[in-house]
Antibody, heavy 119, light 110 residues
Framework: EVQLVESGGVVVQPGGSLRLSCAASGFTFDDYAMHWVRQAPGKGLEWVSLISWDGGSTYYADSVKGRFTISRDNSKNSLYLQMNSLRAEDTALYYC????????????WGQGTLVTVSS | EIVMTQSPATLSVSPGERATLSCRASQSVSSNLAWYQQKPGQAPRLLIYGASTRATGIPARFSGSGSGTEFTLTISSLQSEDFAVYYCQQYNNWPPWEYTFGQGTKLEIK
């Protein structure tokens, strides 16, 4: 059974930093690209970032480019999102999502971890 | 940036009836279009990919159609468990490498 479990979400002050983690199991992690997708409270879905299966290619939404860094450790079946210079508008539930291959759509999602940026 | 626009924002339908949800792309995305269902307090679930292919375990009452800029999700006979929010997503895998969602359609019980 595929499982994605996010962690690391907390309340952080504007300008602060945070690292989210996603522990993957139930599939061959290093065969698949992975994404972060977020959802602000009561709002829709927003793609945040993509990393290729080997970590060699990374892509970001314009809204987080230069502030967020996606990475992965295939030896630990883990995905990460380093979030710097956080803003109030980054407040959201952050989902880790498994790409179906290297396709760009997501066949499995975690339950999300909540990041709140507030003073 | 490719903008995805869903309509209507809210759709009220009675159980057993057909629901038709629309999604429009600001430029062609070929058939690189997925649909997701999200229930309150839950993560999204993949329903359709490639504009018309049902994901594993998705009932046959869900169908997708369209290509280019106009797409439709049809639920042929609504069950109680189908009332949720539905999102479309384009996934053109070339520069500028963006994966945009529509704003969602809330399907509610009439």
């Amino acid at each position: 059974e595929v499982q994605l479990v996010e962690s690391g979400g907390v309340v952080v002050q504007p300008g602060g930093s945070l690292r989210l983690s996603c522990a993957a199991s139930g599939f061959t992690f290093d065969d698949y690209a992975m994404h972060w997708v977020r959802q602000a409270p009561g709002k829709g879905l927003e793609w945040v970032s993509l990393i290729s299966w080997d970590g060699g290619s990374t892509y970001y939404a314009d809204s987080v480019k230069g502030r967020f860094t996606i990475s992965r450790d295939n030896s630990k079946n883990s995905l990460y999102l380093q979030m710097n210079s956080l803003r109030a508008e980054d407040t959201a539930l952050y989902y880790c999502a498994k790409d179906s291959g290297s396709s760009g759509y997501y066949d499995y999602w975690g339950q999300g971890t909540l990041v709140t940026v507030s003073s | 940036e490719i903008v995805m626009t869903q309509s209507p924002a809210t759709l009220s339908v009675s159980p057993g009836e057909r629901a038709t949800l629309s999604c429009r792309a600001s430029q062609s995305v070929s058939s690189n279009l997925a649909w997701y269902q999200q229930k309150p307090g839950q993560a999204p679930r993949l329903l359709i990919y490639g504009a018309s292919t049902r994901a594993t375990g998705i009932p046959a009452r869900f169908s997708g159609s369209g290509s280019g800029t106009e797409f439709t999700l049809t639920i042929s006979s609504l069950q109680s468990e189908d009332f949720a929010v539905y999102y479309c997503q384009q996934y053109n895998n070339w520069p500028p490498w963006e994966y945009t969602f529509g704003q969602g359609t809330k399907l509610e019980i009439k």
